[in-house]
């Protein structure tokens, strides 16, 4: 073995003691709250992605789509098929598509009560609440109040929230926070949405 091998292999050494220390120090088991926020391309593929591996424990999963335009998403065709899965498409819309506050509002709070009763339900392991941010933005919800729920829920259940701009209140009530950049979409070279990558 080269000296370059040696050090390389000490290196390794080294980061394996580090990491397995680390694995070591976090004991603890619990639910954990995420928000997957920001303004680049994967929010709520990632809290998909999440739902297929709680699914594959054969875990019960609740998912709360806040704001959709769209009952014909490729996740939501996939995931109601699967046993383990409640699917609520609680939004009307974004709300430059229906112009009406009142109706946001209504389905944004219709939506919440669902999601109420799975937050109080310990026989559901995840729950997505996904584009939620965007009810906070326009005041549909009381951030307040969602927080207070989210604390009070089952001690193993996991969350997560996803949509951009995600309130600093919200932010420092979560466990994991990603913040997802976008470098570039090709949204914005022209490319249309397209099925089975953008819905
Ligand atoms: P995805 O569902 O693909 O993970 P997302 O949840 O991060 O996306 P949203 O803000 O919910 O993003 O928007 C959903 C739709 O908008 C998807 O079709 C996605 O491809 C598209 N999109 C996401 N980010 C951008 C962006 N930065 N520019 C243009 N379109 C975007
Ligand atoms: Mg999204």
Redesign the pocket.
């Known amino acids: 073995m080269t000296t370059t091998d040696e050090r390389h292999q000490e290196r390794m050494a080294r980061k394996k003691a580090v990491i397995d220390e680390k694995i070591a120090t976090a004991q603890e088991e619990r639910g954990v709250l995420l928000v ?1 926020t920001g ?8 809290a998909f992605g999440v739902v297929a591996r709680a699914l594959g424990h054969g875990q019960q999963v609740a998912v709360i789509q806040f704001v959709k335009s769209r009952s014909d998403s490729g996740e939501e065709a996939f995931f109601r098929r699967q046993p383990g899965v409640h699917w609520l498409v609680g939004g009307e819309g974004f709300t430059w598509e229906t112009q009406d506050k009142v109706r946001d509002a209504q389905a944004a709070q219709a939506a919440w009560a669902e999601a109420c009763r799975h937050l109080s339900n310990p026989a559901i392991h995840l729950v997505v609440l996904d ?1 939620m941010t965007y009810a906070f933005k326009y005041g549909w919800l009381d951030l307040e109040q969602v927080l207070h729920t989210l604390a009070a829920r089952p001690p193993l259940q996991h969350v997560i929230i ?3 701009a995600a309130p600093e209140a919200l932010r420092q009530a979560a466990d994991t926070v990603s913040d ?1 950049g ?1 470098e570039k ?1 090709a ?2 070279a022209g490319v249309k ?1 397209m099925p089975g ?3």
């Open positions: 997957n303004n680049g391309k994967g929010k709520s593929s990632a584009e996803t949509g951009r997802i976008n979409h949204f914005q949405a990558l953008d819905w």
